[in-house]
């Protein structure tokens, strides 16, 4: 049911290439937000100097533009809950961080890193929970005196409630969290800057969230950040509402590892160069961790949206196959217009993809093949490879498809079918029956009888249907192509 008042939020960090765990996560809220008339908030998470950069963060918004994931407040749209990079919104959390140490939700915590470790190894070692024991919940004025004498540099650590956290997630059903595994943690650096861990909370409160769908290595967190949202409401910070949660399974890569970023398979530049259609790669991504029905793997994107409801996504971790990846986008690729497949194509028949000089492209050639290659190729960059016999002086010579194709008698089989070329009327038909009759001369069946034709004339064993190739490269182009590999077999 259609609930205008939902809004969601992606908020990625601008660090390194878009990934496609990071895809799957904004296209689930995008399509919760388009399922529901609702909002998607676009938010940029760049609070970490060191590690973000403006070119991943013009990455991120070219992937978001590519893919057609559209948002509603966000950068290069705006909103009323501006701006939306968090670079440019640190003095709103130092006000709220204020505002928490004031109310007793937070307090500085003086201990050092080595302190820490050390009380850690020490909890390890005695069996018990080796998070933060709340130290300096309660420091009084001596002992604060005392550490700033020292010159230590505080960080401000929010006070979790001595209770459970319990809340309903959306994908995992209902869970509790007991206060010895949810210790306090830090919301400001010792430097001043805000963490992650305030500054998400105070964005969602303040941009009003009402969902927030991400990933499940974040489900830890969850506690900690209902409790802050609640802290929040009450020192006014938002509308005093909790957002509802729902984790997202894992995103598993070879040998039962989570997909990371350092996976050459996960980087979405990869498929975008590979020449992915956006509704191939968003339709099989989509399916890592739901699914529109049973016996229905092939969908448009307005069908997710018309379908996606949160509650349907499985729990289990979900395996990343490349090869059904290309699959589902092989049969998007089937079922494009055929022009707009031709002009999709175009970045491929040209330099740097294209292996033959840009005079020797042939729009006629190509406007004939291209219905033909539709039905035969993976990815888009698949093209280049599969046409340019028609666009090159000689064929590209693959030695291992020659080696394969040229048995004992090749050579007689192709003067054979030559002379019959030679004869036919020049249509797939004609050509095709050339060398059917061909290989019966040398008892050979259609299979046997095309191999040596299609590596003498395209270079290699495998490609787009032989005979409609042939037919758009010209009788006297085949011909000659034949009797240069007859000489090289000769010699």
Known sequence: MANANVRVRFCPSPTGNPHVGLVRTALFNWAFARHHGGTLVFRIEDTDAARDSEESYEQLLDAMRWLGLDWDEGPEVGGPHAPYRQSQRMDLYKDVAAKLLEAGHAYYCYCTT?????????A?????????DGKCREVGAELKAQYERED???????RMPDEAITFTDLVRGELTFTPENVPDFGIVRANGAPLYTLVNPVDDALMEITHVLRG????????????LYRALAQIGVGNGSTPSFG??????GEGNKKLSKRDPQSSLNLYRERGFLREGLLNYLSLLGWSLS??????TMDEMVAAFDVKDVNANPARFDLKKCEAINADHIRRMDPKAFADA????????HANWAP???DQAAWDAIAPHAQTRVTVLSDITANVDFLFLDEPARDEASWTKAMKEGSDALLRTARAKLAEAEWNADAIKAAVVAAGEEHGLKLGKAQAPVRVAVTGRTVGLPLFESLEVLGRERTLTRIDAALAKLAG
């Open 114 to 122: 080595e302190e820490l470790d050390e009380r850690r190894e020490a």
């Open 124 to 132: 390890r070692a005695a069996g018990k929970p080796s998070g933060y």
């Open 152 to 158: 230590r540099k505080p960080i401000v650590r929010f």
């Open 216 to 227: 499940e290595d974040l489900l830890s967190s969850t506690p900690r950040q209902v409790a």
């Open 247 to 252: 984790h997202l399974p894992y995103v598993m």
């Open 294 to 299: 049973a016996d229905q793997d092939i969908f």
């Open 345 to 352: 194509c175009t970045p491929w028949l040209r330099a740097p």
């Open 359 to 361: 005079e020797k492209f």
